[in-house]
């Protein structure tokens, strides 16, 4: 079965006009491969699905070779997220077409499926496939699709200088594609190259000015930087995009509280604290906020309930048993104050906690002596 795409095209576009509903209908491959593309163009993924599976049952041996069939069934099958019988479909097709486009369609379409599904060696088929596609490009807008497949590839790969030099070439060939631009920041910043990531992410909420992960990636990049309005501006408009998205709203939190803003810190603190109860991390980020305040009973709190969660041994749970021993020192509880210093040097042994160890030591035996 061997028909021309502009013969395909106009079947298509005539296939309402013939399509009577009824069972002989359901048996005859050529009505049913028509409503099958029909579907694909509508956006009917299961519509597709259903007619291309029953035309290659009802089709016989011709239909069964016929790749573009194969190969519009699994584009339909990847995009209703059935991806290992996408990927089935998709290398049967690679073995029954013949032209120059359809074989870019077909490895370009099975890269982004091995993309998509994300197993243990999927990124490098991906790129297999990518660079396949490559080999049967023949105009600039496909190697721009291409270029952007294989910087994805490289991006979920992790392997950042790839992801950068691809995406890069994307970007060139697809300036107004948002996606490209957060990749390519995302890139940048894991490679090391924070101007070049600002760069990117400003650029991608140019495009989308609702982009939720460029906001948030360049607020996380001011607050490393201490820039904490910056950060306070990205991070509350990433706050508003993702209300439930504690890890923004921890950072948001750390923002306010490095810009002394300490009730709003504390506002959106104790949020990730209610929403992440376990998190010991945001528990003493709070203690700090609380500290900070001048509120040093819930700072003890806060610091307490850090200490339940946070790993043994770690350089945060050293932090937390040094600042709740400082703040058990202002309160007066000085036996208190100098088990936390001395749990704190066990794990970070330095001169601010050794200070701290000595001077409690002399309260405590000033306190004894009455003097």
Not at 149 to 169: E, I
Not at 285 to 295: E, F, P, R, T
Request: proline share 1%; with cysteine; net charge neutral.
């Amino acid at each position: 079965m061997k028909i021309s795409r502009l013969q395909m095209i106009s079947a298509v576009a005539l296939a309402a006009a013939f399509l009577v509903p009824g069972a002989a209908q359901a048996q005859d491959p050529d009505a049913l491969w028509r409503a099958g593309a029909q579907a694909a163009q509508q956006g009917d993924m299961r519509g597709c699905v259903d007619n291309l599976r029953a035309a290659l049952k009802a089709g016989g041996e011709a239909y069964e070779r016929w790749g573009w069939l194969h190969l519009t069934l699994g584009k339909c099958l990847g995009a209703r997220g059935q991806r290992d019988e996408a990927v089935s479909e998709l290398q049967t097709a690679k073995d029954l077409v013949a032209e120059d486009q359809e074989h870019w369609d077909v490895n370009n379409t099975l890269a982004q499926v091995y993309i998509a599904r994300g197993n243990s060696g999927d990124y490098d088929r991906a790129i297999a496939a990518a660079n396949e596609a490559g080999n049967y490009s023949g105009n600039a807008q496909q190697r721009g699709v291409q270029a952007k497949t294989l910087g994805q590839a490289y991006y979920f790969k992790q392997d950042w200088s790839n992801a950068v030099r691809h995406l890069g070439d994307a970007a060139a060939a697809r300036p107004t594609d948002a996606d490209v631009a957060q990749k390519l920041g995302r890139a940048h910043f894991e490679s090391g190259n924070i101007a070049q990531a600002k760069q990117w992410f400003e650029k991608t909420l140019s495009l989308d000015r609702n982009n939720g992960t460029a906001m948030s990636n360049l607020g996380r990049l001011y607050l490393d930087e201490r820039e904490y309005a910056q950060a306070i501006n990205y991070l509350g408009r990433a706050v508003q995009a993702d209300p439930q998205n504690m890890q923004i709203r921890n950072m948001l939190g750390r923002a306010y509280l490095g810009s002394s803003d300490y009730g709003n810190a504390i506002s959106q603190l104790s949020q990730v604290v209610q929403a992440r109860s376990s998190d010991g991390n945001a528990h003493y980020n709070l203690g700090q906020a609380y500290q900070a305040a001048g509120d040093d009973a819930r700072a003890i709190d806060s610091y307490t309930a850090a200490l339940q969660y946070l790993s043994a041994g770690s350089p945060a749970r050293a932090g937390a048993l040094y600042d709740i021993g400082f703040v058990y020192e202002k309160v007066g509880r000085y036996e208190d104050a100098l088990a936390a210093f001395e749990d704190s040097a066990a794990m970070r042994a330095d001169s601010k906690t050794t200070d701290a160890i000595e001077r409690v030591k002399e309260r405590i035996r000033r306190q004894k002596s009455g003097a």
